[in-house]
């Protein structure tokens, strides 16, 4: 019988203040070695406050978090040469070309310079990179300077890398040439703690995630666990215009398991989408449009806390 391996990360009532304010309210997790392991929630929800405590850049206020085995408020330094941090805002040196930044990153860990350039070269090439290695930086488009940053925080080789909302901001190209770079990174097994607002995000890249929602986790699983948990398998759409959206109450019941009411359309959540789309004609309601849809961590997110994730 395989002995199960302990925790990359372990988090008890893990808690953060600020003065009166409460960023994370003590808060349970594990992380297990070799998984993708997400934070998903809206701005504000406390995902960077307990990113940056795991990351020893800001001090635990009360519960345990252990790291790597090791606790934080102890072994911070030890920690730091272990892990690779991908923060939200790029702090790339933009006095220096794209491949300087790794090797006088590199050594900040006290590679030698030969051998922080041999790992900046492969780092290039992973992250597709190399022809732009004499080029500035500040040039770069928003996606390779967030290609250049992951690469430069896996200068030191780390088992565990923190991501802090990794594609924020870009376009859907060069999110899904990370999500494929993040992809190959855990397949060499490195365990991957992101956090992300995106819950096509979430679904692509997380094994498993926790659901945050001011400063708390209000649930936790696979993707796949969370939509069956709490949703229903199609999502039926609807737009009607505004005047007939205030004549709605009562006309959908029956027709779904759940009806959402949103500013700007009605979700039907049902296990056949179309037979509902079907049954809302047969009342002779008629939306502006009509979507069928698969269910997501959104819906997911609505159901638990009533808001969408981007309110």
Not at 172 to 179: D, K, M, S, V
Not at 223 to 235: A, G, H, Q
């Amino acid at each position: 019988m395989s002995v199960p391996q302990p925790s990359l990360i372990q988090a008890r009532a893990l808690t953060k203040r600020f003065g009166e304010f409460i960023a994370v309210d003590a808060i349970d997790f594990d992380v297990a070695p070799g998984e993708s392991f997400g934070f998903l929630g809206p701005n504000g929800a406390g995902k960077t406050s307990t990113m940056r405590m795991i990351g020893c850049v800001s001090p635990v206020s009360s519960g345990s978090l252990t790291v790597l085995g090791m606790d934080p408020r102890v072994d911070p330094a030890r920690i730091k040469a272990r892990i690779g941090v991908a923060p939200q805002q790029d702090s790339l040196d933009m006095e220096l070309t794209v491949r300087e930044n790794l090797v006088i990153y590199g050594r900040y860990f006290d590679l030698s310079r030969r051998e922080a350039g041999r790992r900046a070269d492969e780092l290039l090439e992973f992250v597709q990179l190399s022809d732009r290695a004499k080029s500035q930086v500040e040039p770069l488009s928003g996606g390779m300077k967030r290609r250049l940053t992951i690469a430069r925080s896996l200068i030191n080789e780390p088992s565990l890398l923190l991501l802090d909302e990794p594609t924020t901001g870009l376009d859907p190209q060069a999110r899904h040439l990370l999500w494929d770079r993040l992809y190959r990174l855990k397949q060499r097994g490195v365990t991957l703690v992101l956090t992300t607002h995106y819950m096509d995000e979430a679904e692509q890249l997380c094994d498993r995630l926790v659901v945050m929602d001011k400063a708390k986790i209000v649930a936790e699983g696979s993707p796949r666990e969370l939509i069956e948990r709490y949703s229903t398998r199609e999502v039926l759409e609807l737009r009607f215009p505004s005047e007939i959206m205030d004549t709605l109450d009562g006309q959908l019941d029956g027709l779904a398991n759940r009806v959402e009411r949103l500013p700007d359309r009605v979700l039907l959540y049902a296990d056949d989408g179309e037979a509902a789309a079907v049954a809302v004609h047969e009342r002779g309601l008629r939306p502006e449009a009509t979507l069928v849809r698969r269910s997501t961590l959104e819906d997911v997110f609505l159901r638990l806390t009533g808001r969408t994730l981007i309110d």
